[in-house]
């Protein structure tokens, strides 16, 4: 099945997304702030989910499934682009609720910089190599390394599960809605970058 063009899926999804949090209750501790968090937490929740997906398909990359290469490199760019994203979303509520637009004593705006500069290396390291085996194998360790270090570390001023543990039941309800309609703006992302991938063939690792 053939897909709208990529500004109409793209930007009606977008919406999607932005009516959602519009949509969303206002919280008892944050108010409409709220909704900032939720904006920044499902961009990089799918961030998380996309780097995850492009660690398997290097797998199977390496496992000889080679027509998956241009995935894995689209799906992997998605995933750098959309942490992005969700870092540079994370500044409004910081500067709502603490003043500052970056906190650089929080461990996980620390991590989360590192992460983005470990990125930076990969895509450039990946683009000079120009093996698709170094850039499947670097895309697993990666996608480890920033999998990992989202796991362990550690929470200071950010609180451990405030959507979980929200006694309104709307509170997670509704950002499972934000997340739902991010996840499907961030693949279709995926599906019109792969597709120009593998469509215009310009995968410059061509060496194995």
């Not at 108010?31 to 660690?55: D, E, M, P, Y």
């Not at 983005?116 to 499947?136: E, K, N």
């Amino acid at each position: 099945m053939k897909l709208p063009r990529p500004a109409v899926l793209l930007t009606v999804l977008l919406v999607a997304w932005g009516l959602a949090l519009l949509a969303a209750p206002r919280e008892k501790t944050l108010g409409s702030v709220v909704r900032w968090v939720f904006a920044h937490a499902s961009i990089t929740q799918v961030s998380l989910v996309l780097f995850l997906v492009a660690a398997i398909l290097a797998v199977l990359y390496l496992l000889g499934r080679t027509a998956l290469f241009p995935w894995m490199e689209a799906v992997g760019w998605v995933a750098i682009t959309l942490w992005l994203a969700g870092f540079l979303l994370s500044m409004i509520p910081a500067r709502l609720e603490w003043g500052v637009l970056v906190d650089f004593a929080e461990p996980r705006t620390q991590m989360t910089l590192r992460v983005l500069g470990v990125a930076i290396v990969f895509v450039l390291l990946t683009r000079w190599v120009g093996s698709r085996l170094f850039t499947a194998v670097a895309q697993i360790l990666l996608s480890v390394v920033v999998v990992v270090t989202n796991r362990s570390t550690a929470l200071v001023r950010h609180p451990l599960n405030p959507i979980g543990q929200a006694q309104d039941i709307a509170i997670p309800l509704s950002y499972g809605l934000v997340f739902l309609t991010a996840l499907l703006f961030g693949a279709a992302l995926v599906y019109y970058v792969g597709a120009w991938r593998s469509r215009s063939g310009t995968v410059e690792a061509g060496a194995p």
